[in-house]
Structures are given as C-alpha cells and as structure tokens.
C-alpha cells in the first residue's frame, strides 16, 4: 500500500522537467587582469540527467580533424554548431538562452544567439589553450556563457603573455560566463584527466559574430 503511494510520487520527481535556478544574486563575479572576468553559479540547471541524455543521444555528434605541423589529427572530442535560428535540442537550453539574454542585457548590449555544442568523451578529450577569438571577439569585450552537464571537468585559465593559472571546476547543471576583454586578453583550456571521467557535454551560448 504505502510502495503504491510512494511511486507516482518518485515518478514526479525523477520526470520533472529540467529547470533553471535564478541568476541574480546567485552568479559570483571573479575579476581577472586587463578587464576580463568570470562569474560562476554551481548548479545552475536542475534536472540535468534528463538534458545529458538527450544531448548524448540527439546531438548530430560530428569528428572534426585539424592539420598539425604537415598532418592531419582528430580533434580531441566531438563538435556540433547549432547557429542563429537552429533548434536547439532540449527546451531547457533555450529557456538558458533567454534567460542568459536578459540577465546580461545593460552590460552585453545584444541577446546571445548560437550555441556551440562540445562532447567530451571521457578524459582523453581536451580542448588547448586558445581564446575564442574568431570574428568580433578579436577586438570587443563580448560574453561567452558555458552550461557544462556529465561529468566534471576543470576549465583553466591564465592571462596571455604569462601568469599564474586559475581553475573552476565545471560539474552537472553548472554556469560558468567568460566576459569583458576574457578572450582577448585570457586563453581557456579543458585539460585531458587520468581520472575515469565519463561524458561531458558543454553549450557555449555567444552573441553572433563571436566564435
Ligand atoms: O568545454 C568547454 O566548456 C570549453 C570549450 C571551449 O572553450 C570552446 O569550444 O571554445
Ligand atoms: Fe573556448
């Protein structure tokens, strides 16, 4: 009797759908050198298990390759590029968009409108140090926000030209934004682990033009 009332209610929880905590006042701001700064928010999206399955399972995951010196390898974990006006793929992210659009209004001056989508496949996937700077965000302060869902990940950064690293750790549902002069001015790595790490999945939401 009492197992017969107790499972619908385990069902609401485990089904509720995906939702978003409140930004204001909860984002830590983490100022850097040369403008450029951080915010931060653990546990921004709540019910994450629901997006990382649908991430994993509907993302047209896609192997990229670069040329290295005279070869060509593969690019340490699996992209995909979701542009201006492309469906994103669960309804939590785009409420994220908007949410991300309107909290930054006065100091980003322009909604955020692609999400790039990264996979992480377990620790041997990696991203080196570079700033995004292609297009605009090689000569403007603009925002990059990253919804980080799996398994945790540390997202290093260190002003270019030299200095003492910083790290945050990026786990399940978390918010990490890089804004003012951060790509300019800082490079951004995700390390390979010797940790058994599982999958990772990043969105990077960014104002057009930024990439
Ligand atoms: O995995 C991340 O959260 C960072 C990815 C990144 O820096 C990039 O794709 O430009
Ligand atoms: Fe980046």
């Not at 509907?58 to 469906?87: F, I, N, Q, S």
């Not at 980080?148 to 690293?165: A, D, I, K, V």
Request: hydrophobic letters at 35%; proline letters at 9%.
């Amino acid at each position: 009797m009492s197992q017969v009332a107790y499972q619908p209610s385990m069902l609401d929880v485990t089904d509720a759908p995906p939702s978003l905590g409140p930004l204001s006042g909860q984002l830590r701001r983490h100022p850097l050198s040369h403008g450029a700064w951080v915010d931060h928010l653990p546990g921004w999206v709540h019910g994450s298990d629901q997006v990382l399955d649908v991430l994993l399972r509907d993302v047209p995951w896609r192997a990229e390759r670069r040329t290295m010196y005279d070869t060509e390898v593969d690019v340490p974990r699996l992209l995909c590029w979701y542009g201006t006006g492309r469906p994103l793929p669960h309804p939590v992210l785009l409420t994220a968009r908007e949410a991300l659009t309107q909290h930054y209004a006065d100091e980003l001056g322009e909604p955020f409108v692609t999400a790039g989508m990264c996979l992480y496949r377990d620790g041997r996937d990696s991203v080196t140090w570079h700033g995004d700077t292609q297009g605009r965000s090689a000569h403007i302060d603009t925002m990059v926000a990253i919804v980080s869902f799996g398994s945790p990940r540390q997202l290093l950064l260190r002003p270019r030209g030299g200095g003492t690293s910083l790290r945050f750790p990026l786990g399940h549902g978390d918010l990490v934004v890089m804004g003012g002069s951060c790509q300019r001015t800082w490079e951004h790595a995700i390390p390979k682990t010797t940790r058994p790490v599982g999958s990772r999945v990043s969105v990077q939401f960014r104002p057009t033009g930024v990439a």
